[in-house]
């Protein structure tokens, strides 16, 4: 059974540092990979998808690094800003169908 | 973008009543919806994938009887908790994907539930 793990599962951060979230999955047979964003009280908003046979995705100051082989994903965000502070959920897609497995996710705290 | 819309935001209501929540996919068809319950604190379990014009598939320990899920068109399920009790409050989540699979998943913003 798939299971996705997300070190750490809370981290704060002056404004301007770097920040690098973890992911881990146990079963490297995946479809795709997808980074998300979930503010308090929220719905989710896709930030990064990775297909399987990637690397690498970049969007802005994020970028979502895949190692299917040792089952890790890595996001990076450069030059934190305040408005980053949310909770970063990675999952990935387990058939066909697009079904997610998520990881517990890591709360990000950025302050000024 | 596409956008997904839920509704209601937040419902309050009487133990025993059946609530019904509407997801909707704004500006694309959905071939597959999904629906994922999330208590305080933690992320997002899958409760059952729907696909339009076919019965829902539930995940194990996902009372088919309790959780009634209809996908009637390619823009719009609705799930409907039967019989609302305390334990069934949570966060409930939706989301659409369109016939590629290998796309970005698009979420609505939550129906908060809460059981008196």
């Known amino acids: 059974k798939q299971e996705v793990t997300q070190i750490p599962a809370a981290l704060s951060v002056p404004e301007g540092e770097n920040l690098v979230l973890n992911c881990s999955f146990t079963?490297?047979?995946?479809?795709?990979l997808q980074w998300f964003r979930q503010d308090p009280g929220k719905g989710l908003t896709s930030l990064l998808l990775?297909?399987?046979?990637?690397r690498e995705q970049t969007s802005g100051r994020l970028n979502a690094s895949l190692d299917k082989s040792s089952g890790r994903s890595t996001l990076y965000i450069a030059a934190s800003q305040p408005g980053d502070s949310a909770t970063y959920l990675c999952?990935?897609?387990?058939?066909?169908?697009?079904?997610?497995?998520f990881g517990a996710g890591t709360q990000v705290v950025v302050t000024p | 973008g596409a956008v997904v819309s839920q509704h209601p935001s937040w419902v309050i209501c009487k133990s025993g009543t059946s609530v019904k929540i509407e997801c909707r996919s704004l500006?694309?068809?959905?071939?597959?919806m999904f629906w994922y319950r999330q208590f305080p604190k933690q992320s997002l379990m899958l409760m059952a994938t729907?696909?339009?014009?076919?019965?829902?598939?539930?995940e194990q320990g996902v009372e088919k009887d309790k959780f009634l899920i209809n996908h009637a068109s390619l823009t719009l399920s609705t799930l409907t908790v039967t019989s609302a009790h305390p334990e069934d409050s949570s966060f409930y989540i939706c989301?659409?994907?369109?016939?590629?699979?290998?796309?970005?998943?698009?979420f609505g913003d939550g129906t908060r539930l809460s059981i008196l």
């Open positions: 990775i297909q399987s046979s990637q």
């Open positions: 989301s659409a994907i369109g016939q590629l699979s290998n796309q970005p998943q698009h």
């Open positions: 079963d490297s047979a995946i479809y795709n």
């Open positions: 729907s696909n339009e014009g076919s019965k829902a598939t539930y």
């Open positions: 500006d694309f068809q959905a071939t597959t």
């Open positions: 999952a990935v897609s387990t058939d066909s169908w697009g079904k997610l497995q």
